[in-house]
């Protein structure tokens, strides 16, 4: 529950917003990895060791719990990290079905190294509740999402795929990351878990990484808890202090991403090189009408592709302004090639067959002015015409 109606301003006061003991209208960064003790069993405040627990994580971690109305919340070292810590809730014999156009490290982390312990996944197209009904097993115990999903942009009905989960007793976490809070709290739709890479939007200025889970339970809290500390990839101090400070200005921040995104979607669904858009803001996109229902618009993440008269790779050296660079959510736009980046470690077969054509474009719209943006959009695709 979040102690204030509106977003904009819990994303400023909420969680532990200042020092109790000084005023200081920011947290301070504890850089202490321990506490003094008062005696035995006499801990101030309950902090003994930074890794169990730091005061500037913990302001992190309580403003997280409170954006996404959740129980309580636990900040990572990097979003993997948080995915890995989530996904050890579950034992050898399991199964974990899994958005297709999944994040390529989250698969590659399913793939090759919880597979050795014996939990297995399945893939589905989650975007369809059937096919995912049809994709679960005795065995099945979680499923994660991604809405929208990467590189793709393929839109899941979380409510909707909440209800037919928890009716088989499988737990839901979605990866929130490319809409954070602002743009759509899954909690409130029904999912257990929420969890991401807050090196993307919450951080919002490319200097960090880290992860974030949020838990609708106490006792997933609990069991969160325990895992975080026992695995140990914590998020610093200095780092819990940059992200609550990226996390302040989320909302104007975003609302600029999304205006710029908006008018690149529709310069691009206009263009006559280009063949494909997957951008769920636009009408047209088959995911508008869910996406409309659970999230406040289409986010800033679009991909598309050139016709065949068009060099793709020759587009993306043309590009001066837009870098290419793996990330996305920072404030500066970055443009990504999803088939030898981000899921280049999705085997080419697989990859394919989840639609991911190699010549797909990602672009992370970032704050810059929209009509630097195009300008530079449009030299880049007027060089890349084939001859
Ligand atoms: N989830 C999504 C949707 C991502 O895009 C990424 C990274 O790109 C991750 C998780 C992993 O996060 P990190 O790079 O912070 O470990």
Redesign the pocket.
């Given at each position: 529950m979040s102690n204030y109606k509106n977003i904009d301003t819990a994303l400023i006061h909420g969680g532990i917003a200042y020092d109790e003991f000084t005023g200081a209208v920011n947290v301070p960064v504890y850089l202490s990895s321990t506490f003094k003790q008062d005696g035995l069993g006499c801990r101030r405040r309950g902090y003994e060791y930074a890794r169990t627990g730091n005061p500037t994580r913990e302001a992190l971690e309580s403003l997280m719990a409170e954006l996404d109305h959740g129980v309580a919340a636990f900040a990572f070292a990097?979003?993997?990290?948080a995915?890995h810590a989530v996904l050890n809730l579950y034992h050898s014999g399991d199964n974990i079905v899994i958005t297709s156009n999944v994040?390529g490290?989250?698969y590659r982390l399913l793939d090759k190294v919880f597979s050795h312990f014996g939990l297995t996944y399945t893939i589905a197209d989650t975007s369809d509740v059937k096919a995912f009904e049809s994709s679960l097993t005795p065995e099945t115990k979680a499923v994660l999402i991604?809405s929208p999903a990467?590189p793709l942009m393929s839109v899941t009905n979380i409510a909707a795929i909440a209800t037919s989960a928890h009716r088989h007793g499988v737990q839901v976490i979605v990866?929130n990351?490319?809409m954070t809070p602002y743009l759509q709290q899954p909690l409130r739709l029904g999912a257990d878990i929420v969890v991401y890479?807050?090196?993307?939007y919450l951080g919002g200025h490319s200097d960090l990484?880290?992860?974030v889970v949020v838990v609708n339970s106490e006792e997933l809290g609990q069991r969160i808890a325990f895992l975080q500390n026992s695995i140990g990839a914590v998020l610093p101090p200095f780092d819990s202090y940059l992200l609550i400070r990226g996390i302040k200005t989320l909302g104007v921040r975003l609302d600029r991403h999304v205006d710029n995104a908006v008018k690149i979607a529709q310069y691009l669904a206009d263009h006559p090189a280009v063949s494909r858009i997957y951008y769920p803001g636009l009408l047209s996109d088959p995911g508008y009408a869910v996406n409309q229902l659970q999230a406040r618009n289409g986010g800033v993440m679009l991909s598309f592709e050139l016709r065949d008269d068009y060099d793709y790779r020759e587009f993306f050296r043309q590009l001066k302004l837009i870098t290419l660079a793996?990330?996305?959510g920072g404030v500066e736009s970055l443009v990504c090639h999803p088939a030898s980046m981000?899921h280049a470690s999705i085997p080419a077969d697989l990859r394919h067959q989840m639609g991911i054509s190699d010549g797909l474009i990602r672009l992370s719209t970032g704050i810059e002015d929209v009509n630097d943006l195009i300008a530079d959009l449009e030299q880049a695709i007027e060089k890349s015409k084939k001859i």
């Open positions: 990097s979003g993997l990290a995915i994040y490290g989250t991604e990467n990866d990351t490319f890479s807050a090196t993307k990484v880290a992860g793996e990330s996305l981000t």
